[in-house]
């Protein structure tokens, strides 16, 4: 599963109002426009139905037959082949700034200038579909091949990259109340958590092949677990960290404890298997606080909405009882080792190891306008424009 994202909104946008096009374009202009409608008309609809019924797949369909005429834009505007009448200027609803919490989701939307704004929020927008059809395709079927959902959150991970390595560094005109989705580290986060959420996803099918030995699952949830420390970090260094969704925060910091927790409890299955009982009581005991922790902040904060991630943490709790009890009970009854302490095991703790590559995300080919040879940086990157 990965971060239940609300998708923004946004205002209208005309792009003839904004661009002078010759007459060989004005067709596409217009289509670019009916294009940019019928998103903000989805975005709208998706707002109105319940969690249950909503079909991101359209969104996610919608956004790709827009893209194509949103960046053979910028390749016109760059070229010079179109011209501004005026400043572009795009309004978006920002859904993951800690307002929400605190004025509900009727928060103001956030207008800017520049097509770069408009770019940023509709890549956004894309990775959150994305992330939230692959948290569909798990919850919902349960015949869904774990490699199409691991793949669809590599998807959302690449284009975060994407947005916070190739788009936000060239948008020259960044105001300063620039929502906190537009800030580099922001989006960099982002991608961090949609990695490790899909490399969690393939190592639960890995797990159920029963051919990965208990140390290598350790390492990888290990590598997981390091995914979200980073996105955590990365969130915390924010000079406007204030401002980010307080939910958010709370996941990213519940998920870093979480997998955590996995690590040890494969840990001790794997010392278990090799008759290292002391170890193995340990560490499932370790692993029982630290999930009992997660459930436990979770309850004592009632303003804050549980996560997924204590939802996760309270079911896995329960399996892990039935361990500590069947590990306590054959180490004082058969081995008697003695149990090490904390810092004994966290000296047993392995490093963390990947087992997915980022996916590179590359823009759509224009529709219309100047076209980009292959091994040609693409104009939006130039930043020449902007």
Not at 16 to 30: F, G, L, M
Not at 170 to 181: A, F, G, I, L
Not at 335 to 360: A, F, H, N, T
């Amino acid at each position: 599963m990965s971060y239940p994202y609300s998708l923004p909104t946004t205002g209208l946008l005309s792009f003839v109002d904004y661009i002078e096009a010759p007459a060989s374009y004005s067709s596409y202009i217009s289509d670019a426009t009916a294009q940019r409608g019928r998103l903000r008309a989805v975005l709208k609809e998706l707002k109105k139905e319940t969690q249950s019924t909503r079909d991101y797949q359209t969104l996610i369909n919608i956004i790709e037959e827009y893209l194509p005429y949103l960046v053979s834009i910028v390749n016109c505007l760059e070229a010079k082949e179109l011209r501004l009448k005026k400043s572009i200027e795009t309004s978006w609803r920002s859904t993951l700034s800690d307002h929400i919490i605190h004025t509900g989701s009727n928060a103001p939307r956030i207008a800017c200038i520049d097509i770069q704004y408009e770019l940023i929020f509709v890549l956004m927008t894309y990775a959150y579909a994305l992330s939230l059809q692959a948290n569909n395709d798990l919850s919902n079927d349960t015949a869904t091949s774990f490699s199409k959902v691991a793949d669809m959150l590599n998807t959302a991970a690449g284009v975060f990259h994407f947005v916070a390595n190739d788009v936000i560094p060239t948008w020259k005109q960044s105001p300063d109340n620039r929502p906190v989705e537009t800030v580099r580290e922001f989006p960099a986060a982002l991608s961090k958590m949609a990695l490790a959420d899909a490399q969690s996803v393939a190592v639960n099918k890995a797990l159920a092949t029963n051919t990965i030995s208990k140390s290598l699952i350790a390492k990888l949830f290990m590598g997981v677990a390091g995914q979200y420390e980073m996105a955590y970090s990365l969130i915390s260094s924010l000079s406007s960290a204030q401002d980010v969704s307080t939910d958010l925060k709370k996941y990213l910091s519940d998920g870093a404890i979480f997998y955590k927790a996995i690590v040890k409890k494969y840990l001790a299955m794997d010392a278990n298997d090799n008759q290292r009982m002391g170890q193995a009581v340990g560490f499932v005991r370790e692993c029982k606080t630290e999930l009992h922790l997660i459930r436990h902040s979770s309850l004592s904060k009632p303003h804050i909405r549980k996560s997924a991630i204590a939802a996760k943490a309270a079911k896995e709790e329960e399996s892990v009882s039935e361990l500590v009890s069947k590990y306590t009970m054959i180490n004082d009854t058969v081995s008697y080792d003695s149990v090490p302490s904390r810092q004994e095991l966290q000296k047993l703790i392995p490093g963390g190891r990947s087992l997915i590559e980022l996916k590179q995300y590359v823009l759509p080919d224009p529709i219309f306008g100047p076209s980009v040879q292959k091994g040609e940086k693409s104009y939006l990157l130039e930043g020449r424009y902007f």
